[in-house]
């Protein structure tokens, strides 16, 4: 959470950084800052709220001019959002942006207070930038160097130091930091996006790494202040990829790109027609030597699990669990040599899922990450690895990214059934070119919106509302419900159809719509029956099956009709009207769809 850049070149730095500031603002938008050398002295300018709320405050009080600066849009952790708790901080001579939570930060404070340092915000952040002003001796890496050493937690911080108007300094523990390299020109960044537009060259900081950037080049030194070498790393990126390019949000847009992203993700993994995941460092051999696999990861890329654990156990009848990482990494996990533990992360900096897999590792577990940011920690740390090529994705509710997510489960249970001898190749050959027809039949439900718009139409005044399904029906109406409260913010559950009559059943009042998902043939007409014991009580039912599929028209009041699909790959296609249902329905409820409240888009704090 958090975004930060700095800028240090020729070009008006405050254009800069407002501008890699609007490509991270998915990090973090309770308030934004920037802190700008002009004439030789630090101007900060920052306010509460959205990026333009900046703009306007600059707009009215004066725009920092000068070419070296740092900015900042922030997720708010300690201290609530509010002009005096956004970054950057000013502790004297230093100035900081923070991305992170300083959890020693109380006793740091305590300590400075008591040597008469004074503070004017709530937040772990100014802590670091009174610590770093009060342990200053006019060497900045020196004194970052040391001042590292007393904190706790994680942090990736962008510095200037008055007296060196000509530098900016940057330091990474746990939070995502890369350094930009241009031409007289140099950036840092929380992620590549921000500097996509002016150069596609990077280092990626490691652990307690120290940047230092001039016109003249990018420097780095280690934790004790001793010159690094490393490798100039080049983004692929598309500069288009992070641009809307006439879609009214990132996130149809990214609802649209589905389809290519299954391709890029699947082709390369497919040779003569069976899956390939040898460059993942995943053989045949490899997968006969699991006895159970654990999935661990967070809110959807936890769902995207969810339907891998399905299809894993029924075509290769290995035993899957699914944990959500925040628990799995205090619950004490039966796993350990011979287990594989899968952590599926878009970001691959999701601190919960990071912190599991590396207990995972700990247990003497294999881990395999399934990521979509290249070069995260996730990735960078787990013994397999498999990229989902989907791009970046921009808005907050993940839509693309759980899209390939899913796509790369299949292909790794379709691997997997072959290694144990559960499914032969034809069978193996049969689903792998079934995925590869997945991208035809989304674009076709891509290309008819007005169902879902309808749909979307009839939610807008409830309250509350329930998916339900059955079986891989289940698995996806999880996803669904997410979705739909993530950005509609309509109070919504997802429950096994077959469960609700156990308790849940009782919520059912005319007021309370029912989304059902019956894809799954062998279990239709028992969730059929479902419906009708909530339509029976009132509940306004909106099914989402096959158009073919005869349904009692007394059993519903809406229907989404799907294109024919085979039963096991059906949440691919059937996720599609269920992100368009959430997504027309926080668009009429005239929500900030990219961008919901109280979110962020990476999540690195526990
Ligand atoms: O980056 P990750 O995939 O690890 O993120 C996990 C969740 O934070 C994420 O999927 C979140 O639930 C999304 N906002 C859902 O749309």
């Known amino acids: 959470m958090c975004g930060i850049v700095g800028y240090v070149g020729k070009r008006d730095c405050t254009d800069v950084l ?16 920037i802190a700008v050398f002009q004439n030789g002295k630090i101007e900060v300018a920052k306010a509460k709220g959205r990026l333009k709320n900046l703009e306007e405050h600059m707009k009215a009080e004066g725009r920092p001019t000068g070419q070296i600066g740092i900015g900042h849009t922030r997720w708010a952790t300690h201290g609530e959002p509010s002009d005096v708790n956004s970054h950057p901080h000013s502790g004297g001579r230093v100035t900081i942006v923070h991305n992170g939570i300083i959890e020693n930060y109380k006793e740091l404070k305590d300590y400075l207070i008591s040597r008469g340092v004074s503070f004017d915000s709530d937040t772990d952040t100014e802590v670091v930038a009174r610590l770093l002003d ?23 911080l962008g510095i200037i130091f008055a007296d060196h108007p000509e530098q900016v ?37 490691e652990h307690e790494e120290i940047a230092v950037l ?22 692929d990126w598309d500069v288009e990829a992070i641009r809307k390019n006439g879609y009214v949000h990132f996130m149809l847009k990214e609802i649209h790109e589905q389809p290519t992203a299954i391709r890029t993700t699947i082709s390369p993994r497919i040779q003569n027609g069976l899956p390939n995941l040898e460059e993942c460092g995943i053989t045949l051999e490899v997968l006969r030597g699991f006895r159970q696999i654990h999935v661990v990861a967070c809110g959807t890329a936890m769902h995207a699990g969810t339907v891998g654990k399905y299809v894993i156990e029924k075509l290769a009848r290995v035993p899957v669990t699914v944990d959500i990482a925040s628990e799995f990494r205090y619950c004490d996990p039966l796993v350990g040599t011979g287990d594989l533990v899968i952590v599926i992360s878009q970001s691959g900096e999701t601190a919960d899922s990071l912190a599991a897999m590396r207990l995972a590792k700990s247990l003497g577990a294999k881990t395999l990450a399934i990521v979509n ?15 989902t090529h989907a791009g970046p994705e921009i808005a907050v509710a993940s839509t693309k990214a759980y899209m390939v997510q899913i796509a790369v489960m299949y292909l790794f249970a379709f691997e997997l059934a072959l290694a144990v001898g559960q499914i032969d190749e034809t069978e193996c050959r049969r689903l792998v ?13 891509l290309e ?7 749909i979307a139409s009839s939610l807008i005044t409830a309250d509350s509302l329930l998916y339900i399904g059955r079986g891989l029906d289940y698995a996806l109406s999880m996803e669904g ?29 005319e007021n309370m719509p029912v989304i059902a998902v019956a894809t799954q043939t062998a279990l239709r007409e028992k969730t059929i029956s479902n419906i009708k014991e909530v339509k029976a009580r009132g509940a306004r039912v909106i099914l989402v099956c096959r158009a073919s599929d005869t349904i009692d028209p007394e059993a519903v009041d809406l229907r989404y009709d799907l294109p024919d699909f085979d039963d096991l790959l059906m949440p691919m296609i059937a996720v599609v009207p269920l992100q368009l249902i959430a997504y027309y329905t926080s668009v009429l409820k005239g929500n900030d769809v990219d961008k919901p409240r109280n979110l962020a888009k990476s999540v690195t704090v526990e």
Do not use: W
Not at 181 to 201: H, K, M, Q, W
Not at 377 to 387: K, N, P, Q
């Open 18 to 33: 407002m501008n890699g500031l609007s490509k991270l603002e998915y990090r973090g938008y309770d308030s934004a800052g």
């Open 481 to 509: 419900s997410l979705k739909l409260k993530e950005i509609s913010y309509i109070h919504s559950e997802s429950y096994a159809a077959g469960e609700l009559k156990h308790g849940t059943i009782s919520l059912i009042t």
């Open 214 to 235: 001039g016109r003249d080049g990018v420097h780095i030194f280690d934790a004790y202040g001793q010159p690094v070498e490393k490798e100039l790393k080049t983004a």
């Open 134 to 156: 009060y342990r200053y001796n006019g060497s900045p890496i020196q004194t970052i160097s040391e001042t590292i050493r007393d904190l706790e937690g994680s942090y990736a």
């Open 448 to 454: 008819r919106k007005e169902q879902v718009q309808y």
């Open 433 to 445: 070119t079934l995925l590869e027809q997945t991208p035809d039949s989304i674009a076709e439900i």
């Open 169 to 205: 300094y940057a330091v990474r523990c746990e939070s995502p930091l890369i350094a930009g390299v241009g031409d007289g020109e140099n950036f840092i960044a929380s992620d590549v996006p921000a500097i996509l537009e002016y150069t596609r060259d990077y280092y990626l900081l």
């Open 373 to 387: 940011a290249m070069g995260s920690s996730i990735a960078r740390e787990a013994d397999m690895l498999i990229y």
